[in-house]
C-alpha cells in the first residue's frame, strides 16, 4: 500500500526558533500535498494545499509567512514553522494525493503527523 | 461550502456487539465522495471505507459498512462485531468537485470506545 512518511515524528523547540517538518510519499508520486493541523481531541483543520513546483494555496487564516511550505518534487514537501511560539504547538499531519487519482474519490494517504511543542 | 456533522462525541460499546457512528453532511457539489477514517491514540489516520454520491449500493469493506442514505444526506459507518482494537476516534469526511476536487471536509469525530 501508499505509505508516507513524516519527519520528525516529534519535536520540542524553544520559542522564537524555526522547525522544519518533513512529508515524503515512499512509493508514489503525489499530484498534490496537503498539510493539516490538529488540536487534542478536535478535528483536522487544513492548512494549505501545495503542488511540486508551485507556491501553495493557504487556507483562510492560516498565515503563509510563518507556515511555509516547500513542495520541491513530487515525493517531499516541508513545512516550516518560522519563529515559532507556544501557541504553534499543536500536531501537524500532511497528505499526499497520488499522481493520477480520479477526480474527488481518490483515496487520500496520511503521514503519522509530527507533534510539535514549543516551550 | 461542504460541512459534515457528528453529533456524537463519544460513543461506548461492548465487545462483539455492532455500532453505528452518525455522519450527516451538507454541499451543493452535483458529486461527492464520503470518507471514514480511523484516528488511534497513536496519531496516523487510517482509511476505512469510501462511498461515492452516485453509488448505487452501500460501501462494504470487512466489518466495515457504509449506510448511505442520499436524501437523507447522511452516511453512517457502522462497525459489526466491534473488537477492543476498534477503540479510537473517528472522522467522517467529504471531498467533492469544488475547488479542483482536492478539499477533504471533516467532521469533528466520535471516540469510540469498545468494553470487555
Known amino acids: 500500500g501508499a505509505v508516507v512518511s513524516q519527519h520528525p515524528s516529534w519535536v520540542i523547540c524553544k520559542s522564537g526558533t524555526s522547525v522544519k517538518i518533513e512529508c515524503r510519499s515512499l512509493?508514489?508520486?503525489?499530484?498534490?500535498m496537503f498539510w493539516y493541523r490538529q488540536f487534542p481531541k478536535k478535528s483536522l483543520m487544513l492548512m494549505a494545499t501545495?503542488?511540486?513546483?508551485?507556491?501553495?494555496?493557504?487556507e483562510q487564516g492560516v498565515e503563509k509567512d510563518k507556515f511555509l511550505i516547500n513542495h520541491a518534487s513530487l515525493t517531499l514537501s516541508t513545512l516550516t514553522v518560522t519563529s515559532a511560539h507556544p501557541e504553534d504547538s499543536s500536531f501537524y499531519i500532511c497528505?499526499?494525493?497520488?499522481?493520477?487519482?480520479?477526480?474527488?474519490?481518490?483515496?487520500?494517504?496520511f503521514g503519522p503527523g509530527t507533534r510539535l511543542t514549543v516551550t | 461550502a461542504q460541512k459534515i456533522t457528528q453529533t456524537q462525541p463519544g460513543m461506548f460499546v461492548q465487545e462483539k456487539e455492532a455500532v453505528t457512528l452518525d455522519c450527516t453532511y451538507d454541499?451543493?457539489?452535483?458529486?461527492?465522495?464520503l470518507f471514514w477514517y480511523k484516528q488511534p491514540s497513536s496519531g496516523e489516520m487510517i482509511f476505512l471505507i469510501y462511498?461515492?454520491?452516485?453509488?448505487?449500493q452501500n460501501a462494504t469493506e470487512g466489518r466495515y459498512s457504509l449506510n448511505f442514505q442520499k436524501a437523507r444526506k447522511s452516511a453512517n459507518l457502522v462497525i459489526s462485531a466491534s473488537q477492543l482494537g476498534d477503540s479510537a476516534m473517528y472522522f467522517c469526511?467529504?471531498?467533492?468537485?469544488?475547488?479542483?476536487?482536492?478539499?477533504?471536509?471533516f467532521g469533528t469525530g466520535t471516540q469510540l470506545k469498545v468494553e470487555l
Open positions: 497528505s499526499a494525493r497520488p499522481f493520477g487519482g480520479r477526480a474527488f474519490s481518490y483515496e487520500q494517504y
Open positions: 512509493d508514489f508520486q503525489a499530484t498534490t
Open positions: 501545495s503542488n511540486e513546483g508551485s507556491k501553495a494555496t493557504y
Open positions: 454541499t451543493s457539489d452535483p458529486s461527492y465522495g
Open positions: 462511498q461515492g454520491s452516485y453509488d448505487q
Open positions: 469526511a467529504m471531498r467533492g468537485v469544488t475547488g479542483g476536487g482536492n478539499k477533504l471536509t
